[in-house]
């Protein structure tokens, strides 16, 4: 079942002389459960696709259609709604609220949609995660790999229809991103979760079904090959 779909994707920034095509006639599908690494030179156009596959960006022309829905067409307050609800977004630079603990951060998406956090699937998180007894710590009492793992678990409250990562690892050392690309594998293969990870991080792209590279804002390269955990 196709979770994404990506049509005559074009981002326009500036006019004339400063006119830059960040993105140009990207087109591509995403099965339910694929892990797929986004891969290119900076400046490729790869972060504005994130932006614009999460929702914090619109796109000059182009349709994306996330679980059936083509957000290009929902307002402002219905995309906000949709984007709470059905994407989970990591960041590198980790994004948590410093005056909540652990599990306040983790649950607080869905507070802020009024909905009661799923007690289960928060355990069953924490567990997975190692934060079981890191629960009413606050971020600066957390380290770098630690704050990612909350991170990973904020976005995932929600049962997302795709998890995007941007760069997840590029603040962490090589020990914390092995684990961490571990961390999202898992939850890949045993959860069927969809994953979209924008990486210049070679393990990644090793650890992803799907390598999709995108030069001057075009894809270039779309290859699909079997998993395997980097090492």
Known sequence: MKILEIK???KIYG???TKVDALRNVSFDVEQGEFVAIVGPSGSGKSTLMHILGGVDVPTTGIVNIAGTNIGELNETKLAIFRRRNIGLI???YNLIPILNVEENMTLPLLLDDRKPDRALLKDLVEKLGLKERL???PNQLSGGQ???VSIGRALMNHPALLLADEPTGNLDSENSKEIITLLRKFNRENNQT???ITHDERIALA???VITIEDGMITRDSKRLGV???
């Open 8 to 10: 005559n994707l074009c």
């Open 15 to 17: 006019e004339g002389e």
């Open 91 to 93: 960041y590198q630079f």
């Open 147 to 149: 704050q990612q793992r």
């Open 208 to 210: 992803a079904d799907r």
């Open 195 to 197: 994953v979209i990870i």
């Open 136 to 138: 009413k710590h606050l």
């Open 229 to 231: 955990m980097a090492s």
